[in-house]
């Protein structure tokens, strides 16, 4: 029986190995807009991503507006009702932020921060500048679900959910000024 010779097998193996290959046709991101357009502006002003101010920001913000309110000459005069705050503190505040400032008499209340369905993709935080008070949650019925005392030279953020109405109330006995910064 005759032997076969495995060599030109190896051969034609070998020149496979070595043969040009054909090219991979290059991709062209021309006629994908949205691919191509990535990162740049467009020419309309609405479809601008904004962005929103971190945590951070938002206590930044109420900390310094509240230090700008340590003077007693720069309280809201009007007791009860929430009122832009003066531009002096206003100006300490760097950004877009909503400032806005309450005085409270003893045992006097005013209705907290909405909701989170209220008001959407908006951070709040809270900043006793002066005084002692409280935020009281209570359901729809009435019902006290939760009390916090607010800390001097602490920020509060106010959380969202349905969990009901937000009242802050005034527990000590002089006049309490609080800030809210609103993004």
Do not use: C, K
């Amino acid at each position: 029986m005759p032997q076969q010779s495995s060599a030109p097998t190896a051969a034609s193996h070998d020149l496979a190995e070595h043969a040009p290959r054909p090219r991979a046709a290059t991709l062209s991101l021309d006629g994908i807009g949205d691919v191509v357009d990535a990162g740049r502006t467009s020419g309309y002003a609405h479809l601008d991503a904004r962005r929103l101010p971190t945590l951070g920001q938002v206590v930044a913000a109420a900390r310094e507006a509240a230090t700008a309110l340590r003077r007693p000459t720069l309280w809201p005069t009007r007791r009860g009702h929430w009122q832009p705050a003066p531009r002096s503190a206003r100006r300490q505040v760097r950004g877009r932020f909503r400032v806005t400032t309450v005085a409270l008499e003893p045992n006097g209340f005013i209705a907290g921060p909405g909701t989170r369905a209220e008001r959407t993709h908006t951070l709040e935080a809270l900043y006793l500048v002066s005084g002692r008070a409280h935020l009281i949650t209570s359901a729809a019925d009435g019902q006290m679900l939760s009390t916090t005392e607010l800390a001097s030279d602490r920020a509060r953020v106010v959380g969202g959910g349905d969990r009901g109405h937000r009242h802050l109330v005034n527990t000590g006995d002089g006049v309490a000024v609080l800030v809210r910064v609103t993004a």
